[in-house]
């Protein structure tokens, strides 16, 4: 089982990215409705850091009880707010965590492959930084203009515009991950824009 190996499964596997605030989760949602399946690798992720797991007993020896709630759960907002300003951090935090998702993804894959599913889908907002894009047959990039994610993403003010920015900064930039993209969806619209483009390219590429 290696991230290099593109025959891990007999279905077809489509890449589903995007950078922050691009959009990439209403369209993993739409498709889901749509009546596909998602494996959604930032829930694999939140699995893989339970408190008591071996990945966070990881982080926590590298970067310190810092990172941890007083519960014992990781503190998400404080690792990432140190990893996103620092590569070698980021690197350090990616090579803790990546090979357990992967891990866990493979098993999902391999059960679903069982059950007779022909087409799936895995949602990674990193699939290609972390080379998840090696075991898929495509990748389908969500993307939109810096300032439309910066705003969706500040929504919420859950984050400030300079920690959007900085995670900008240590994502790969839109430009490049077209060079990995079989299909670009463009998420500037409305919804209704945005489903309708889903639906034609659904109908085309996969027949439905």
Known sequence: MSLNDKNLTKMRVIGLTGGIGAGKSVVSAYLEQKGFVVIDADRISREV???????????????????LLENGALDRKKLASLAFADEEILAAMNSIVHEKIFEHIFAKMKLLEESGLKTIFLDAPLLIETGFHRTTDEVWLVEAKK????????????????????????????EEKRTYAGVIIGNDGTMAELYDKIDGIVAERLGR
Not at 50 to 66: D, Q, V
Not at 149 to 162: D, F, L, P, Q, Y
């Open 49 to 67: 850091i339970a408190p008591g797991s071996t990945a966070l007993k990881a982080l926590a020896e590298r970067f310190g009880g810092a990172i």
């Open 147 to 174: 300032e439309t994610r910066i705003r969706r993403a500040t929504r919420r003010g859950e984050i400030s515009r300079e920690e959007v920015l900085a995670r900008m900064r240590a994502q790969m930039s839109q």
